[in-house]
């Protein structure tokens, strides 16, 4: 469950990137995140992920105030979290394989489970054969669902993407939605920032929309 | 809670990585053991020195003689006591009784005036004894604390002992190792600074890979991990080349020293790094390199968190 309670955020340049923002996401639930570029969609994301911290209001992931997690426990918070980004953030010299088990390998997983799990994750997003191939030698799309798999490898309990298709072709972003909606079904909560607002229409999940740093309308629930 | 196992492996899989890291780079890695190697040959070096010097010395010291002229009216038997209380002492090493007479007949055979000789009433020269010093007591105060006690004795006339070249040379010893002190700790910060500097410069290439790493879960220390590897692993392939470097010094220089050794008389011989000292050497190196990695890690993995 996430929950936003009156979150303002101001950047060190002084830009309101949010103001006042409540909403609430339930444990399980798919919600697009919608609204034009510097709308907030990122900051939204990245209070979630603990990128950056609210300047104002609080911020409730799993019922935990993430305003009162001290550093130390920032990457256990993490750990729980599946981040997926637009531009992939892989390892680039790194083999398809350790870009996945980078999540289990940070976590001292077993490394008879980190292969079962990572196989298993390479197998939901179609990747099982390129799993020596370094993430330049594929596709951009392939390089999107690596992202994918590392970060549902250790079994987040929400999944957070920011414009996770905005490189692809529609016919590969939708591919990439249905994977989204596969692990919502299995009770991932899944949040994805887009301005693709006819995958939105498709897919018809709920949207909170933001412009200019307030939540506007959409199917919002405080 | 991580099994043992886990933690070795990973500790492990961070040494291997390393290593394979070092091993991609081979001139970079070169390039920086080589300089760090220099910065603890030079300490080492002046080690090897002030050790070699205390050695040195240490054979000369026992070449070292007190001579105690007795008064002309001491009798033998008096002066075979002198000599046996004399033994006893601890600072005393070999002692020599030389009776007057003895004396004369050395004089009269060496010194080309028997025939003058001849022409004495009597033996002019008195009992001596000759003593040399412990050569574990062979130090400028233990010499002077005998002199005082052969010149206590009521029968010693004159008290003969030239030390005062042995005392400078053991200030100057003294100094080099005060050098030696003062090189080290200068030096030992210089690897720190080095290696740092070689973490930062690691750290700045390996960016990304740390946002990422911190991205999924990765915390400070499992960061920080590679990076503690690899300036242990600097520190000790530093020091494994200084030790070389020793090696090749000493290759080097010895032919040269035995041969003013021999022109001294002397059989002193150069004397390299011990096991234990090596072990030190090493030992040491791994530490600085650890603890100039942890320095650098600290200050610069604290700065780079993830953004999107």
Redesign the interface.
């Known amino acids: 469950m996430i929950q936003f309670e009156h979150v303002f955020k101001r950047y060190p340049n002084g830009r309101e990137a949010l103001q006042d923002v409540s909403f609430r996401i339930g444990a399980g639930e798919f919600v697009f995140l919608t609204g034009r570029s510097g709308a907030g969609k990122?900051s939204v994301?990245?209070l979630v992920?603990l990128?950056e911290r609210p300047t104002r209001g609080s911020v409730l992931v799993n019922g935990q105030d993430t305003g009162s997690l001290p550093a130390?426990a920032v990457?256990?918070?993490?750990?729980?979290?599946g981040?997926v980004?637009q531009d992939h953030?892989?390892?680039m010299d790194r083999p398809v394989y350790d870009n996945v088990a980078?999540?289990l390998?940070?976590?001292?997983?077993?490394?008879r489970d980190i292969d079962k799990r990572v196989r298993a994750a390479l197998d939901q997003v179609g990747l099982r054969e390129q799993e020596r191939a370094l993430p330049l030698e594929l596709s951009v799309g392939e390089q999107q669902r690596v992202g994918i798999a590392?970060a549902v490898v250790?079994r987040p309990t929400i999944l957070i993407a920011?414009e996770p298709t905005g490189n692809l072709d529609h016919s590969l972003a939708r591919d990439v939605m249905q994977l989204f909606t596969r692990f919502q079904e299995v009770g991932v909560t899944v949040v994805i920032a887009t301005h693709d607002m006819a995958l939105v229409r498709e897919f018809g999940h709920r949207e909170l929309h933001i412009d200019e740093g307030r939540l506007l309308g959409g199917t919002a629930a405080t | 809670m991580?099994?043992p196992l886990?933690?070795l492996?990973?500790h492990l899989q961070a040494l291997l990585g390393t290593l394979g890291y070092l091993l991609r780079r081979p001139l970079g890695t070169l390039l920086s053991i080589a300089v760090i190697s220099l910065a603890l040959t030079l300490p080492a070096c002046l080690y090897l020195l002030v050790k070699n010097a205390r050695v040195a010395t240490g054979s000369v010291t026992e070449a070292i003689e007190l001579t105690v002229y007795l008064k002309t009216d001491v009798s033998l038997e008096r002066a075979r006591q002198l000599a046996d209380s004399a033994r006893a002492r601890r600072e005393a090493g070999r002692v020599t009784l030389i009776s007057a007479e003895e004396g004369l007949e050395e004089f009269r055979k060496y010194s080309g005036f028997g025939a003058a000789l001849e022409a004495l009433q009597g033996n002019p020269l008195p009992h001596v004894i000759s003593l040399r010093p412990n050569s574990d007591r062979a130090d400028p105060s233990s010499i002077a604390a005998l002199q005082r006690y052969l010149s206590s004795w009521p029968e010693t006339d004159i008290v003969q002992v030239d030390n005062e070249w042995v005392r400078r040379l053991s200030a100057l010893l003294g100094l080099l190792e005060r050098v030696f002190q003062v090189f080290a700790a200068l030096l030992a910060a210089g690897v720190l600074a080095i290696i740092g500097n070689a973490i930062r410069l690691e750290i700045s290439a390996r960016r990304?890979?740390i946002?990422?790493?911190?991205?999924?879960?990765?915390?400070?220390a499992?960061v920080r991990r590679p990076f503690l590897y690899l300036g242990g692993l600097y520190g000790l392939l530093g020091a494994g080349l200084a030790a070389l470097w020793l090696i090749a010094i000493n290759a080097a220089l010895e032919p040269w020293l035995l041969q003013l050794a021999r022109l001294y008389g002397s059989s002193f011989n150069l004397l390299g790094l011990t096991p234990p000292e090596l072990g030190v050497l090493l030992g040491g190196g791994a530490l600085l390199g650890l603890v100039g990695a942890w320095i650098g890690a600290a200050r610069h993995l604290s700065r780079i968190?993830?953004?999107?």
């Not at chain 1, 990457?75 to 979290?81: E, Q, S």
């Not at chain 1, 390998?105 to 490394?111: E, I």
């Open positions: 990122s994301l990245k992920a990128l130390r990457p256990a918070y993490r750990r729980r979290l981040v980004f953030q892989l390892l980078l999540p390998m940070v976590s001292d997983t077993r490394y590392r250790a920011d | 991580t099994s886990t933690y492996a990973r990304a890979e946002e990422v790493t911190k991205l999924v879960g990765g915390s400070n499992y968190e993830p953004r999107q």
